[in-house]
């Protein structure tokens, strides 16, 4: 619920361009995460930098992609085609798994990623329509390979930490925003819905998503993630009025669909 705000925030903003979003969204982030780490392990979770190692710098880069690229999107796509094609990480992350780690690719798994390549082929196909753009589809499919990525490197290393490696992910988002932002031109509305953005919708969703995830089964975990590209265009078309294009409707519900299908399948399986 909370990383289905995401596109509301952005599209409520009136002065913040996306470089000042990013810088200020990460340092309220950072905040939120840093806050976490110490009220859930002490002042010795800070140590957890420290030992993450290879594949925890992996992950933090992969979540500094991810975050500066979904601000991004967001300024050049609309809200449902941004959300729409990041949602298909998990069956990327299929694919990388199977390319990395060897893993198996079930018969209905290569129907899912066929029917969501069309999906994502079908809303890049028309650059028509406002809030559309070419452009921003490609930056967000980047962001979906990225959290695709962090997927495949914690299956591969499953003692990662996942909040140290997005905080130290957030920290070189903020401090690649730095030079293009302009944090002191933001208005108080802005500010308050940037705290919001930073703190609230990535810092305090990622600690309820991954404090979740390990109470329940992992296509579990992965259903109620679909919620977001499925909310996420419903704040907007019904608050601010941006209505998906018709061919944006289209393949977001093969994209959907064929997502969902998989992740029912595996969790029917569990």
């Known amino acids: 619920m909370l990383w289905s705000l995401g596109g509301l ?13 990013i810088f200020w969204r990460s340092s309220f982030a950072i905040v939120a995460l840093l806050v976490f780490i110490v009220v859930r392990n002490g002042w010795g979770g800070l140590k957890l930098f420290l030992h993450m190692g290879l594949p925890g710098i992996l992950v933090g880069l992969c979540f500094t992609c991810a975050s500066v690229g979904f601000v991004t999107a967001l300024s050049l796509a609309s809200v449902a085609q941004t959300l729409v094609i990041m949602s298909s ?27 969501v390549m069309a999906g994502i082929a079908l809303m890049m196909s028309s650059d028509t329509g406002e ?10 499919l980047a962001v979906a390979i990225s959290l695709a ?48 953005f930073g703190a609230g919708q990535l810092g305090i969703g990622l600690v309820l998503f991954v404090t979740g995830a390990r109470l329940i089964p ?31 409707l289209i393949g977001g519900t093969i994209v959907i669909a064929s997502v969902l299908g998989n992740t029912l399948a595996g969790l029917r399986r569990r």
């Open 9 to 21: 925030i952005v599209r409520s903003l009136h002065t913040a361009d996306p470089w000042t979003t």
């Open 89 to 115: 990480a998990p069956l990327i992350a299929a694919v990388l798994g199977r390319i990395v780690l060897g893993e198996r690719i079930r018969p209905a798994g290569y129907l899912s990623i066929a029917a």
């Open 131 to 140: 809030g559309r753009s070419f452009a921003g589809a490609l930056v967000a």
């Open 149 to 196: 990525g962090a997927i495949v490197v914690t299956r591969k290393f499953p003692h990662i930490r996942m909040t140290p490696a997005a905080c130290a992910g957030t920290v070189l988002a903020m401090l690649i925003s730095l030079p293009l932002a302009a944090p002191f031109s933001v208005d108080a509305h802005d500010l308050g819905l940037l705290a919001l």
């Open 218 to 248: 992992a296509a579990q975990s992965a259903l109620l993630g679909m919620l977001e590209p499925i909310l996420g265009p419903a704040w907007v078309w019904l608050l601010l009025g941006e209505q998906p294009a018709t061919v944006t």
